[in-house]
């Protein structure tokens, strides 16, 4: 992937690798440290307590000690990241353009598709619409 990402002719700006796994972060952080990496990690709410799992400042123990930028994850903790001064990546695998352009107007910062090419052209046609 880091041989890919090195010939493409993005910046690093334009990139957030997110992955389940803690390691993969930590590794990626060492080799391409200026480009952006989120954990994802996903919350509910315990049956048996009624609190949401996993506990918010453990997630943000292991995010700093891989390294990663910051999370990816539901909506749930939103400001509670961001005033952890952590970026949000958030919502996976959006492919339809009217959820991202809900996304857009929130306070994360990137999202995942499987139609990014589709997900932009929707964007730059709002933008000359407007």
């Known amino acids: 992937m880091h041989e890919v990402l090195r010939e493409s002719r993005l910046v690093s700006e334009q990139i957030v690798i997110i992955s389940f796994r803690k390691e993969v972060i930590r ?49 749930l903790y939103v400001e509670e990241v961001l005033k952890a001064g952590l970026r949000v990546h958030n919502c996976w695998t959006v492919n339809e353009a009217s959820r991202a352009m809900e996304i857009s107007k929130t ?13 932009l052209n929707s964007f730059e046609a709002e933008v000359t619409d407007s």
């Not at 709410?45 to 891989?66: F, M, Q």
């Not at 306070?107 to 997900?119: F, G, H, R, T």
Request: glycine share 4%.
């Open 107 to 119: 306070a994360c910062d990137s999202i995942s598709s499987n139609y990014p090419d589709v997900l």
């Open 27 to 75: 590794e990626h952080k060492k080799l391409m440290p200026e480009v952006k990496a989120c954990w994802i990690r996903h919350f509910r709410k315990s049956r048996k307590t009624g609190l949401l799992e996993p506990d918010l400042a453990w997630v943000i123990n292991v995010i700093r000690d891989v390294d990663a930028d910051g999370l990816s994850m539901n909506q």
